[in-house]
């Protein structure tokens, strides 16, 4: 008797008495990050290899009877050569059936990633690979796997509406498995083309639909199912990073569906405006708990003193060094020296009076904008003498 993850599952000669699946999709191989730097970008793509290699090794630990793909598993049509040989590699650590589709990215085109991949023959014998609607029958492990790929990038009519009419042997469970979107439901979140009807599992008579295209964990129905991708690839917190342990113990009967973590890095858009002095202290606190899992855009807005972005400068730096990426937008941030600031500083003469001319601009509420030039002068101009001073210290 193995347990995982509050499942139970009885084998018998490396057969499960109940049937158990993983659910994954959208792995985006061959994806770029053109935003992050190349070093940055090298690593979050790596990333998705790695996560299907944690793919293969939960699948054997929980001793799955097959891992289903909808679709996706390329980002793009014009994959390199290695980076097909790296994918199907991650496979190994899973013998048992792997069953995919095309989705919208890897359509099963005429001439297309998977017909690149065929004449390498670098796909492993494990794989079943629907490149056109049809029923795979797994007759030993009690199952058929209904598919729905996509054989161009954009369709307009239900793909699966042909699972209704797909018959399968008597007592067996009926699995599908699409690539798309769940209309009513995402309309306002994704494309509306290569829809699915929400109400697909019931009328197909499925006992479990696995779907694709929804890069975030996302349950439609108890026997519908947006595995997400397995690996975060944009900065939105829909729940990404996760593969789906589907167990169902009769033709029938209710799918229990538990969440594995499958993601390295955790995407995080953070904008953090500062009014007080203390704000700074804060900000550098959660700057210091950043970690090499992150993926961290940082907007940073308000007002600050000098020793309050002497803080922020030194934790930035800290956390750089730290974090997988780390990208700061500080240009609606604002130095607002105060008087002790400036007197520490120690400007004298025509340095001294520009500065009291510009603190006294700040003051002016009958014009916003010269206010506005002012602090934005002041701020570059109390930088400038501080790194000066700075730079005097330790020379």
């Known amino acids: 008797m193995i347990s995982h993850a509050g499942l139970s599952v009885a084998h018998n000669k490396g057969k499960s008495l109940v049937p158990i699946f993983l659910h994954t999709a959208d792995w985006q191989i061959g994806r770029q990050y ?9 690593a979050i793509s790596e990333a998705r290899i790695d996560a299907v290699a944690t793919i293969a090794k939960l699948a054997a630990e929980n001793a799955v009877d ?57 796909m492993p014998s494990n794989l079943h690979l629907a490149l056109a609607g049809k029923v795979i029958e797994f007759p030993d492990l009690n199952f058929a796997a209904l598919c729905a790929p996509l054989t161009q990038r954009h369709t307009y009519n239900d793909l699966t509406a042909a699972f209704d009419g797909w018959e399968t ?23 509306s083309t290569n829809p699915i009807a929400p109400d697909r599992a019931i009328a197909a008579r499925l006992d479990y639909l696995a779907l694709g295209d929804w890069h975030g964990c996302k349950q439609i129905n108890p026997r519908t199912w947006y595995s997400g991708t397995p690996e975060q690839d944009r900065f939105k917190g829909n729940e990404p990073g996760y593969a789906l342990l ?14 594995l973590q499958t993601g390295r890095y955790v995407w995080q858009e953070v904008e953090f405006h500062l009014t007080i002095a203390s704000d700074a202290d804060q900000l550098v606190s959660k700057l210091d708990a950043i970690e090499g899992k992150d993926v961290l855009k940082l907007t940073l807005t308000g007002q600050t003193d000098l020793l309050g972005q002497q803080k922020i400068l030194g934790a930035i730096s800290r956390a750089h060094a730290r974090a997988r990426s780390l990208e700061c937008d500080q240009a609606g941030l604002r ?34 904008e010269s206010r506005s030039v002012a602090t934005h002068a002041l701020g570059l101009l109390t930088t400038l003498l501080a790194e000066r001073q700075q730079a005097g210290a330790t020379a």
């Not at 042997?169 to 494309?191: C, F, K, N, T, Y």
């Open 66 to 122: 097959a891992v289903m793909v909808a679709g996706d598993v390329f980002d793009t049509q014009t994959v390199a050569e290695r980076t097909l040989r790296k994918l199907f590699n991650a496979m190994q650590g899973f013998a048992g059936p792997w069953i995919m589709i095309p989705g919208n990215h890897d359509a099963a085109l005429t001439e297309s990633v998977w017909t690149h991949a065929q004449r390498l023959e670098v």
């Open 34 to 42: 053109s935003q992050f730097s190349p070093e940055d970008s090298s």
């Open 169 to 191: 042997p008597a007592g067996m469970l009926r699995v599908g498995i699409a690539h798309g979107s769940v209309q009513g439901i995402l309309a306002e979140e994704i494309d």
């Open 246 to 259: 589907v167990q169902i113990d009769a033709p029938g009967a209710m799918p229990v569906v538990t969440r």
């Open 335 to 368: 130095l607002m020296p105060t008087a002790d600031d400036i007197a520490a500083l120690k400007a004298d003469g025509y340095l001294g009076e520009v500065i009291a001319e510009l603190r006294d601009r700040q003051g002016e509420t009958a014009n916003p």
